[in-house]
């Protein structure tokens, strides 16, 4: 039988049709160009995916979950901040459905280690369309990338060694405390 989700999921959530909602999509999709170990999976779970991924997991078999998305807290747009689950306060967490993700995360956090990687948006246009990232979300991606790679542990320069250098990330270099 096959495993749906290996030892180490990637999430990014977000929707790209309303701005900086973008930034999880935008992440995983840059992750998903890096050469990862087979145990690890990157997932673009969308706007209403995050709840199905969340409560699909099977703690026997995954023991890491990264989440990548917008959060609001008060920073300059732009500025990653790194968080428990512990750290969201029932209800804080919702997808655009109203669904309450920290429910399913509260559930499965004493099963399997979980991080969520905010970032904070400059601008989202819900229910408005409005396609394309914000210029300080953009910048963030590349820090992003990093931080999620030190999540897991893999070292940036393998894992892209096999693939065609990507210039946006050269310029990520800073390194991360509760914000930055």
């Not at 900086?20 to 706007?47: C, H």
């Not at 969340?54 to 990548?68: A, C, G, Q, Y």
């Amino acid at each position: 039988m096959s495993v749906l989700y290996p030892e180490i999921v990637i999430v990014g959530c977000g929707n790209p049709l309303f701005a900086d909602d973008g930034f999880g999509p935008a992440v995983a999709g840059e992750l998903g160009r890096l050469q990862l170990p087979d145990n690890m999976k990157v997932i673009d779970a969308g706007l209403g995916g995050p709840h199905f991924v969340f409560t699909m997991l099977d703690p026997e078999v995954t023991r890491k979950v990264v989440i990548i998305d917008i959060a609001d807290f008060g920073a300059e747009p732009g500025t990653l901040a790194k968080f428990r689950v512990e750290d969201l306060p029932p209800g804080s967490y919702r997808d655009a459905h109203s669904w309450d993700l920290t429910e399913p995360l509260q559930v499965l956090k004493d099963h399997i280690d979980i991080t969520v990687i905010g970032c904070q948006p400059g601008r989202v246009t819900a229910p408005d369309f409005e396609i394309g990232l914000t210029d300080e979300i953009k910048s963030a991606i590349p820090r992003a990338v990093r931080e999620v790679l030190n999540e897991i542990g893999v070292d940036y320069g393998t894992a892209i060694s096999h693939q065609e250098p990507d210039h946006r990330a050269a310029a990520a270099g800073e390194t991360c405390g509760d914000a930055w």
